[in-house]
């Protein structure tokens, strides 16, 4: 699947996108469509992405966490106890 139209200054890049398990009622041809349109939903890109915008921010929000250590890379899944109690936005 490619996640823009006509690229005109650069070569399309096709990206594999692969379903594992559909819990939802959805079918093929309308997860291909969701896909394409959340290519062209991130704010932090003006053109489309070859990622889905969920993503791309799940990736951004785990940085932070990182880099904020609100979670320790060592026991990863672990919240640090002194932000147990807060919630972050990217």
């Known amino acids: 699947m490619v996640a823009n139209k006509n690229p005109t200054k650069a070569t399309a890049l096709p990206v594999h996108y692969e379903v594992v398990i559909n819990t939802t009622q959805l079918k093929k041809d309308e997860i291909e469509h969701l ?8 704010f932090g ?10 993503v791309m921010y ?5 940085y932070y966490a990182l880099d904020n250590k609100i979670v ?17 936005f990217i």
């Open 45 to 54: 890109f003006q053109g489309p992405i070859k990622v889905p915008a969920c």
């Open 58 to 62: 799940a990736h951004k929000l785990a």
């Open 72 to 88: 320790d890379k060592k026991n990863v899944g672990k919240i640090n106890p002194v932000f147990a109690n807060n919630i972050y």
């Open 35 to 42: 896909t394409y349109h959340q290519c062209y939903s991130y």
